[in-house]
């Protein structure tokens, strides 16, 4: 078609041309179209050269261990380039396969020259840090010799969970490209993106940059972070699930097509790690987890409601939005800074004349609220102490333009530098800058923005571009520059480090040398939100889900992106509430306020110039909707708390309904994976997603359910697990809690902060009724800790978090002619470093006994003896029973205080409660007539 269309021009031009200039005008011609003939002659070659066969590689020697495989691969073809004249073609590889576990194995692939970069295990990058051997693997993994092929296939099943046959194979300098068959087309992960939480046919880039996109599969829909791990269930039984890694901090795309996915990376080693569960996805998550870092507890306060907004002017609206919180009884534990409070938007400065710092001082005297600043990642050139320090102590990156000079971008406050984290001086300059800014704010958490580092320019914004970028074979992300809202990938780090491969780690190591500032400071617990991460990030950091819009789409992206962030291990994740960019509306606001007080991470935040969307800003419908699910947020604040501090650093809590019901196929699929999701074992909530709902169509997985907001049974549709949920304002999103589950609760009335929680605590108790008898039960747990914010008691718990639980289990008998019982127990384990507390009320569900009798209004005496001699307590409590929904209501009208262990027996045939205790001397018992028992030990 080329030499067709130039023999057109040149015939046109003939027409038009004198003949006294046609011999010429043949001559030119003739040269012309020898000179593209020639051209394309020498892209067919390059094409040739550059395309290789499926299978590229042979094993030409393989020796083995019972842990270990090593294997010399040689090129079946011998080129020398790929794409690019400078991009080298490795002719010559290794490949190791270990088996780190039963359930662990690694595949390796390196050049024999070592020239393409691997991840170092060592600091300060994430690395395993729990260290398994491998006894009785539970995996197999065949070697196909010519071509060269790998596979890893379950023993116990004898299904092929990857296999690289048939896939394109190429390894050179600086593209890397390798392809498998999954067991199945049901693929969850490779973040950061706004997308469903299964992904489809596409193509998904990682690549840490600045953008807010909806990603549709087409490349370049990357966001902030970089998570290259898949998830993935089998075909051979829902007990079997497994997770892929690919480590490394160089870009890349994955391509999905069906069942099989293909890695194109743009460069580096190839470093797989696989992890297999065959009890289920949260052993493998919790095993991945392991491998890059476990993540950390946040401080109680972090959990709170937390206020922010780009576009507060000065302290004194600050102090505004507080009183107004304050004053319309709305709890919360931490007001944000946006960069409003700097002076010309230069990090580590404040302006003074709107923010006066006594004024920022007196904030946290008047209200019970933690600050949290901003820190951008860009240090402005110019007049100011952060720059003066960076160029004194050589810290920032150096330029790939410009030989000795630090790379120049543009943020917020102008042209700016970029600390190199990986240079030794960057420690010893972010601590003396922090220093001198804790002189200034009272900062309780920073918030760390802009850190992938965003960059206003592409690449470098002075000076000619190096051609780097432009010799790479391939650009990740659909075509569009890698350098795009970032720095130059060609730069070099302190250690010769190229940015290209460590680019997604800059965040990581920024919020790592700020989270150990912190915890030398005396922080137990500290506090960082970031917007950059990478695999490994938990360790130090928690996440928001960065610039997102005010609009319906995003409110239901929101989900998966935090169950994305559960996976990945930062399971304290949250998204702008209202949403960000874009003025919101009063029913999108009040619908986000629902969900979001379910996130692990709650916020709400707007851009500068937008409505304002405070819970008491858009009218009496967010107000009050705000209020409520505010409220039921504060109510089962230590619950959550409790199921993190037992997680033990590892797993998921905001979690897809499948991690607790494997076995129920719809739950992998769209909408239910995108729009349900549990909150650790117990809690199933299904918010409004879209405009207009007053009701929606809930799934109910194979078990029994009670509505939190009445309390009342959920009744599924006949041959369906589908129910009809009401979704109305003016109160919580639904919110359902699990037969068989107990969860501690508080009253969150007059509730102004975490500070304000109290030790005592009213039961939730969801019976289950076991099949093989008539006896009903309930199990839950709670963290007896008498203050949640005291940092050293909570660490204590987390280096032995078994010593620090109370477990309390119901069960109830009642047969048919025979004495019918209800007995709750709290247990702790004989070495147990346990807080007691205190007890006001007892809420049971499901209660199917036949109790004709029963007044529906019963009064009662308890009394309690404690471990002090000759010291009781006397509690009155009013029992209350309703046939019709199953329930019966105990309310302390003195909380009973509960020595540990302790268990609280009541006769419903002959309605007497009974009181026990491992401190107590006596059994009491009172009947309705108020007649005494007493019954020594």
């Not at 860009?378 to 000079?405: C, H, M, Q, T």
């Not at 190229?498 to 190591?509: N, Q, T």
């Not at 990945?568 to 874009?582: E, H, L, M």
């Not at 707007?606 to 409505?611: F, I, R, S, W």
């Amino acid at each position: 078609p080329l030499n067709h269309r130039f023999h057109s021009m040149l015939s046109h031009f003939a027409q038009k041309t004198p003949s006294s200039l046609l011999d010429f005008t043949q001559i030119l011609a003739f040269v012309g179209v020898m000179s593209l003939w020639v051209a394309v002659v020498i892209q067919m070659l390059q094409a040739f050269n550059a395309t290789p066969a499926y299978e590229q590689y042979k094993v030409i020697s393989m020796t083995s261990t019972d842990t270990r495989v090593e294997v010399q691969l040689e090129s079946m073809n011998r080129r020398m380039r790929y794409l690019r004249t400078g991009n080298k073609m490795h002719n010559e590889l290794n490949l190791t396969v270990t088996y780190d576990s039963d359930n662990e194995l690694r595949v390796i692939i390196v050049d024999r020259a070592n020239s393409n970069y691997i991840l170092p295990e060592e600091e300060p990058f994430p690395r395993n840090r729990v260290k398994r051997e491998a006894t009785n693997p539970n995996y197999d993994v065949n070697i196909t010799k010519d071509p060269f092929s790998l596979s890893i296939i379950r023993r116990a099943t004898n299904e092929t969970l990857f296999n690289t046959s048939g896939f394109q194979f190429v390894f050179s300098r600086y593209y890397v490209t390798i392809g498998a068959t999954l067991p199945t087309n049901l693929i969850y992960g490779f973040g950061e993106r706004s997308h469903s939480f299964l992904l489809g046919n596409g193509v998904y880039s990682i690549l840490p940059r600045d953008t807010s996109v909806f990603d549709i599969g087409n490349g370049g829909g990357n966001l902030y972070g970089q998570h290259p791990i898949y998830l993935t269930p089998e075909r051979s039984g829902p007990q079997y699930h497994h997770i892929v890694f690919y480590r490394t901090g160089t870009p890349l795309d994955i391509e999905i097509e069906g069942n099989s996915i293909a890695y194109r990376v743009a460069g580096g080693a190839i470093d797989l790690k696989f992890f297999l569960s065959d009890t289920g996805p949260e052993a493998a998550v919790s095993a991945y987890h392991d491998y890059v870092g476990r993540w950390i507890m946040p401080p109680f306060w972090a959990l709170g409601y937390h206020q922010s907004r780009y576009g507060y002017p000065s302290v004194a609206k600050v102090d505004n939005v507080l009183t107004e919180l304050r004053d319309n009884d709305i709890p919360f534990d931490a007001i944000f800074f946006d960069i409003d409070y700097m002076k010309d938007y230069v990090d580590f400065s404040v302006n003074t004349r709107e923010w006066p710092i006594e004024y920022i001082r007196e904030l946290t005297s008047s209200y019970p609220v933690r600050l949290v600043p901003i820190l951008d990642a860009g240090i402005a050139i110019g007049d100011n102490e952060a720059y003066s320090k960076g160029r004194e102590l050589d810290v920032f990156i150096k330029s790939d333009r410009r030989p000795g000079e630090p790379l120049e971008g543009r943020v917020w406050p102008g042209e700016v530098h970029f600390v190199d984290f990986f240079h030794p001086n960057s420690t010893l300059f972010w601590d003396e800058m922090l220093d001198k800014f804790a002189m200034h704010v009272n900062f309780a958490g920073l918030w760390l923005d802009m850190n992938e580092p965003s960059n206003f320019c592409n690449g470098e914004c002075i000076g000619e571009p190096t051609p780097f970028l432009k010799s790479l074979p391939y650009q990740v992300g659909n075509g569009l520059p890698m350098e795009s809202n970032t720095i130059s990938m060609g730069v070099r780090h302190y250690g010769n480090l190229l940015h290209l491969e460590v680019h997604a780690f800059y965040a990581y190591l920024q919020n790592k040398v700020t989270y150990e500032y912190l915890k030398k400071r005396g922080d137990t617990h500290p506090f960082i939100l970031t917007r950059g991460t990478s695999f490994g990030s938990g360790q130090y950091a928690f996440h928001w889900l960065g610039d997102n819009y005010s609009s319906w789409g995003y409110l239901r992206l929101s989900i998966s992106g935090i169950l994305n962030f559960n996976l990945f291990g930062i399971p304290v994740t949250g998204a702008d509430v209202c949403g960000f960019f874009q003025s919101t509306t009063p029913e999108l606001c009040a619908r986000w306020f629902q969900l979001g007080a379910f996130y692990p991470y709650f916020r709400n935040h707007n851009a500068v110039g937008e409505l304002d969307q405070e819970p008491f800003a858009l009218g009496e419908l967010v107000l009050d909707t705000a209020k409520r699910s505010i409220a039921m947020r504060y109510a089962i604040l230590k619950h959550i708390y409790s199921v993190l501090l037992r997680l033990g650093h590892r797993g998921t809590f905001l979690k897809p309904l499948f991690f607790e019901f494997p076995a129920e196929e719809r739950l992998y699929y769209r909408p239910i994976v995108d729009e349900q999701f549990m909150l650790g074992s117990s809690l199933l909530v299904i918010p409004a997603l879209s405009l207009g709902v007053r009701e929606l169509v809930g799934y109910f997985p194979k078990a029994t359910w009670y509505d939190m907001r009445k309390w009342t049974r959920v009744v599924i549709n006949k041959n369906s697990s589908e129910a009809t949920v009401e979704v109305p304002f003016n109160e919580s999103a639904p919110t359902f809690l699990r037969g068989g589950h107990t969860i501690f609760m508080q009253n969150p009335e007059k509730i102004r902060s975490t500070d304000d929680l109290s030790d005592i605590f009213t039961l939730a108790i969801a019976l289950e009724k076991n099949p093989n008898d008539s006896s009903f039960t309930s199990s839950g747990f709670v963290a007896a800790i008498a203050n949640y914010s005291d940092g050293h008691r909570i660490l204590e718990c987390e280096k032995e978090p078994r010593r620090c639980f109370v477990d309390a289990r119901t069960e109830i008998t009642c047969e048919r002619g025979k004495r019918s019982q209800l007995t709750l127990a709290f247990t702790v384990p004989e070495d147990a470093k346990v807080d007691s507390f205190r007890l006001s009320g007892l809420r049971l569900l499901g209660f199917d006994c036949s109790l004709q009798s029963l007044p529906s209004n019963m009064m009662m005496n308890i009394t309690t003896a404690l471990s002090t001699p000759n010291r009781t307590t006397t509690s009155v409590a009013s029992l209350s029973w309703t046939g019709k929904d199953d329930q019966i209501l105990v309310t302390m009208l003195n909380p009973i205080i509960l020595p540990l262990p302790s268990t609280l027996t009541v006769d419903l045939s002959q309605c007497c409660l009974l009181y026990t205790s491992d401190a107590a001397d006596d059994l009491l018992c009172v009947d309705l007539g108020g007649r005494r028992i007493i019954k020594k030990k």
